[in-house]
């Protein structure tokens, strides 16, 4: 029997983070911490019932783009709707520190361009009381949120405030500069950067169009930054690039040799690309082999398809390229949608799609109705391929484009097209699963915070138990092997010791979820960021409560006043208690 707690979270089916079967038990939590699980543990200020729930550690999302919001918001939503209550920003090589006056709106067009976050946002949201990392973490300190954040030090920052206009060229870095980023990336480091991002992706751009700066970085200047943070004795590596064959090897062995010398673990970015569709598994060897030899190298992996969602709501759909749609692009929705109802505007519209030539790229992707399908309500991530808008217009007599125009109407033009452009090339999760599987991986690739238009992937937590821990009809993994991935798993990968796992002395980051009614909801356009700026908002349904450092943050999906959230500085030792 042990004394009062905080909160005691009474008969749960405990998944503990660590992949131990699931058991019924109890779980104390009192100062911000775990202190027992079992049964008799005492009384409490506070009692949930969770007979019949799931209960997990916090939820730990190593990639997403928070480098802005979390600068004026306190609600790092999505994703704290999804049971995260850890996130790591600063992927993909951008952000917005260190920065020089001048250099600010090279930082805010790369944000804009790669990451899809409107420019007005940042312009009117970022307080820009800051120059050096350490300051920017200064910065976010000062700001309670209703989850935990870690930064991670951005290449193209990082490469503009050293090199300026020679680094937004895409110049190789001479001596000085190269010498300058390693102190900086120490400095960082020891400020409390949880590790440093680079971008080696034709596919990230400025809203300009410019290429990222560090895309042609050379392996001295990726070595350097990497020893830099040997010399803080800290911090983790996350990487990208297009892995382009023949040349993967070529890159991988570079990725090899940065890690061999610097000690420090690194993360890459893995899907399968269409055009490639069994590249990923050669990667995934490569992998192996590393780690069989001692190194730390893992794969960020995503639970479902990777793409984009095309609609009247987010900046991208099917005919949003063609003359008659531009003419009324700008107009509210319901002022476009009774327009798209008129009859004539409707034949002069599919006419013009239908006279595009087919040599348009942009129309081409756009016209991809074989693997393009209505998402629906509730959301269907894996579709088969005989549900596609072009398989279900050939069934009906119709055109796809014809289909696809009443699609986008559906819901007062509020529905979705799910676009795949990666992990789908089969027309099922399967390459998902085997990812997921497989011993190195982690789950990641969320973004977010990031890709406000046209995608909405921060959802990708509670897809991840509801698909893959109970609705597929084949191939599910047990429960607890899914919350180990996305709990101890991710954390250990980023140096959080004290979190991911429910034990005595672990830090008190709990999810209570009705596991049965556990699902993501239908995504909605929300003009709430500053300056008036758009972005998709995805819900989720299941989650009872949410509980960061011992508060209760979250009630059935509704938020309290409580902020408990913290800037997270650095790796974190595990509790001796743990």
């Avoid at 190593?62 to 994703?79: C, E, K, L």
């Avoid at 596609?388 to 007062?412: C, F, H, K, N, P």
Wanted: proline share 6%.
């Amino acid at each position: 029997m042990l004394g009062k707690n905080d909160i005691l979270i009474r008969g749960g089916a405990v998944a503990d983070g660590t992949g131990a079967p699931v058991r019924e038990a109890d779980v104390a939590l009192k100062d911000g911490r775990v202190v027992a699980i079992g049964k008799d543990l005492g009384s409490a200020s506070e009692e949930i019932d969770a007979r019949g729930k799931l209960v997990t550690p916090g939820f730990v999302d190593i990639h997403t783009h928070y480098d802005g919001q979390a600068v004026w918001d306190s609600r790092m939503q999505p994703s704290s709707w999804h049971g995260v209550t850890t996130a790591v920003m600063g992927n993909c090589g951008v952000g917005f520190a260190p920065v020089r006056e001048g250099d600010r709106q090279r930082l805010i067009e790369l944000m804009e361009g790669v990451e899809d976050i409107p420019g007005a946002a940042l312009h009117e949201g970022l307080s820009w009381s800051w120059e050096s990392f350490g300051d920017y973490l200064d910065a976010l300190e000062a700001r309670p949120r209703d989850i935990d954040i870690c930064a991670q030090l951005p290449h193209g920052a990082l490469r503009v405030f050293v090199m300026g206009e020679r680094g937004a060229r895409l110049e190789a870095a001479n001596p000085d500069d190269i010498a300058a980023m390693r102190r900086l990336a120490r400095e960082a480091a020891e400020a409390g950067a949880i590790g440093f991002s680079t971008s080696r992706t034709l596919n990230h751009r400025t809203i300009t169009g410019d290429p990222t700066p560090s895309l042609r970085a050379t392996e001295d200047e990726l070595l350097a930054i990497a020893m830099g943070l040997k010399d803080a004795g800290r911090g983790v590596l996350e990487f990208i690039s297009d892995w382009n064959t023949p040349d993967a090897e070529t890159e991988f062995a570079m990725v090899r040799r940065l890690v061999a010398q610097s000690g420090r673990p690194l993360s890459f970015s893995l899907g399968q690309r269409h055009s490639e569709p069994h590249a990923w598994r050669k990667l995934l060897e490569l992998t192996d082999a590393a780690v069989r030899e001692g190194l730390s190298i893992r794969a960020q992996v995503a639970p479902r398809p990777i793409g984009v969602l095309l609609g009247l709501q987010g900046s991208r759909n099917p005919f949003f390229s063609l003359r008659a749609y531009r003419e009324i692009a700008d107009r509210p929705l319901e002022a476009r949608v009774a327009i798209m109802r008129q009859p004539e505007f409707r034949k002069r519209l599919l006419e013009e799609a239908k006279a595009l030539p087919t040599g348009d790229a942009a129309h081409r992707r756009l016209a991809a109705f074989d693997r393009m399908f209505a998402l629906g309500d509730p959301p269907d991530y894996e579709p088969p391929l005989s549900d596609s808008i072009a398989a279900r217009a050939a069934r009906e007599g119709r055109t796809a484009a014809d289909l696809a125009y009443d699609i986008l109407l559906e819901q007062d033009g509020r529905s979705f097209i799910l676009a795949p452009f990666a992990n789908y090339a089969d027309g099922n999760l399967d390459v998902c699963r085997q990812m997921l599987d497989h011993p190195h991986t982690l789950v990641g690739l969320g973004d977010g915070g990031a890709h406000v238009s046209i995608i909405s992937d921060a959802s990708f937590s509670t897809y991840l138990l509801a698909h893959w821990g109970r609705d597929r009809a084949s191939g599910r993994f047990p429960i607890e092997r899914l919350v180990r991935k996305h709990t101890q798993d991710n954390a250990r990968a980023v140096g959080l010791l004290d979190r991911g796992v429910l034990a005595p002395g672990m830090k008190g980051d709990v999810n209570v979820i009705d596991l049965d009614r556990l699902r993501v909801e239908r995504p909605y356009m929300s003009a709430d960021l500053p300056a008036g700026g758009k972005r998709l908002l995805q819900p989720a349904r299941g989650y009872v409560a949410t509980i960061v450092s011992g508060q209760v943050t979250y009630r059935d999906g509704e938020p309290t006043a409580a902020l408990p959230g913290r800037l997270v500085r650095g790796p974190q030792s595990a509790p001796a208690a743990a």
